[in-house]
């Protein structure tokens, strides 16, 4: 019995990859890193996929902040905080910084 429900459930975790792959376009190996199933049965992107500077980053331009400001802000380059920002949309498969913020905040990573 207990296999069967393993197996179902390894099921509906293929499915809802696919599904977030078709949708944000995420990769499959991607999105098996960066996403997990939590106490209510919800999948949200795991905190450990991501770097506290990049949490950071992702809150900040949340804030409004450009590259430069952040980069002020956090005390790097602005380079630096650019392969950040582009690391954390390849990551999370966002299409632009509006859209990492907003997977973020629905997923509760910021």
Known sequence: MIETVNASLRSLQYVIL????????????EAIEVLTLDETGSYRYSQEALTPREVAVLRLIGEGLSAVGI??????SESTIKKTIHQVMR??????????VAIAIRTNLI
């Open 71 to 76: 980069a002020r802000r956090l005390a790097y």
């Open 91 to 100: 990551q999370l498969g966002a299409r632009n910084r509006t859209h990492a």
């Open 18 to 29: 696919r599904a977030q792959e078709l949708v944000v376009g995420t990769s499959w190996g």
